[in-house]
Every structure is written in C-alpha cells, then in structure tokens.
C-alpha cells in the first residue's frame, strides 16, 4: 500500500524557521516524492516548490530566496525548509509524488497534509 506521509508542520511567529519532510513508499514500482503543494482557507492549491524532471529545482515567485526543497533519494523523502516566514505562508502543505514502472507514469500521490500556521 503506497504512503505519501508529510511532517513538520507547526505554529511559528513571522520571521522563523521550518522543515517540512514527505517520505513515500509501499509501491513495488518506483514512487519519488517530486513537489510540495500549498492550501490556504479559500484558496486553490498552488505549487510551491518542485523538483523537475531534469534534476533541477522550480519556485513560486511567492517563496524563492526563502524556500529550498531538496531530496534524500537514499531515504526517498523530500524536505521543504522554509526560512523568514511570513503570515501568507499559512497554508495546508501538502507532498506530491509520482508512481513510475520502467520510467512510464503510473500514477499521482498526495499526502494528507501539513499544517503550517504563522503567527504576525
């Protein structure tokens, strides 16, 4: 059974620090967490953050200089650390991750979500 499980999330004041992680397993193909998603009350989910195909690294214009999203390939997880956040930052986080069999695209997984609150 595929699991897609994100951690991290919290209450943290304007200005701090959080690490979020999303670790994927459970498929007897190849499942790679690739992207964290954002949520906020009202509001459609948005890509905050994603590794590309290419190995490279994509931002909304919202996060860059702030965010950096890496991956442990050896754990299979993602990290989102998010630094001098900001009250808009509120938002449900969610991981999103791709199901490959020999490099062809099965399917999509998201997680349950993180909360990350950020008080002014």
């Known amino acids: 059974q595929v699991q897609v499980v994100e951690s991290g999330g919290g209450l943290v004041q304007a200005g701090g620090s959080l690490r979020l992680s999303c670790a994927a397993s459970?498929?007897?193909?190849?499942?790679?967490?690739k992207g964290w998603y954002r949520q906020a009350p009202g509001k459609q989910r948005e890509l905050v953050a994603e590794i590309t195909s290419g190995g490279g690294t994509k931002y909304a214009d919202s996060v860059k200089g702030r965010f950096t999203i890496s991956r442990d390939n050896a754990k299979n997880t993602l990290y989102l650390q998010m630094n001098s956040l900001k009250p808009e930052d509120t938002a449900v986080y969610y991981c999103n991750s791709d199901e490959r069999n020999s490099g062809r695209l099965l399917r999509w997984y998201w997680g349950q979500g993180t909360q990350v609150t950020v008080s002014s």
């Open positions: 459970g498929s007897i193909f190849s499942i790679n967490p």
